[in-house]
Nanobody, 124 residues
Framework: QVQLVESGGGLVQTGGSLRLSCAAS????????MGWFRQAPGKDHEFVAA????????YYADSVKDRFTVSRDNAKNTVYLQMNSLKPEHTAVYSC?????????????????WGQGTRVTVSS
C-alpha cells in the first residue's frame, strides 16, 4: 500500500509560482512512477506531469512544458511540482498519484494510489 500526502497549494496571483510536494510512504519507491494531475471545477482529471522514481525520467503535458517542473528527492521520499508563471486557468485541485508502470502514466485510471489533493487558486 502506498500513502501519498500533498501540500503546498494556496492562493497566488497571476504570474506567481508555487511548489507542490507529495510525500510518499508505505512502498519500495524505486519501482514507482509518480504522476501529477489536476481537476478544475466541473472538469475531469487532467494529466500534468510524471516522473520515474528509479530513473528520474520525466514526461509533461504539452500545456505545461517550459512552465512546470517535476522532480524528486529520494532521501525524503517526496516528489515536487514547481509551477511558474501561473495563470487563472491553472486553478484546480492538484493531486499526486502512484503506479508501477512507466509505460502507462497519462490517464487517471493508470494509477491505483492517490493523495487527497491540494487546492491551487490563481487570481487575476
Amino acid at each position: 500500500q502506498v500513502q501519498l500526502v500533498e501540500s503546498g497549494g494556496g492562493l497566488v496571483q497571476t504570474g506567481g509560482s508555487l511548489r507542490l510536494s507529495c510525500a510518499a510512504s508505505g512502498h519500495t519507491f524505486s519501482t514507482l512512477s509518480m504522476g501529477w494531475f489536476r481537476q478544475a471545477p466541473g472538469k475531469d482529471h487532467e494529466f500534468v506531469a510524471a516522473i520515474s522514481w528509479s530513473t528520474g525520467n520525466t514526461y509533461y503535458a504539452d500545456s505545461v512544458k517550459d512552465r512546470f517542473t517535476v522532480s524528486r528527492d529520494n532521501a525524503k521520499n517526496t516528489v515536487y511540482l514547481q509551477m511558474n508563471s501561473l495563470k487563472p486557468e491553472h486553478t484546480a485541485v492538484y493531486s499526486c498519484a502512484a503506479n508501477s508502470n512507466w509505460q502507462r502514466i497519462t490517464t487517471k485510471n493508470d494509477y491505483p494510489y492517490w493523495g487527497q489533493g491540494t487546492r491551487v487558486t490563481v487570481s487575476s
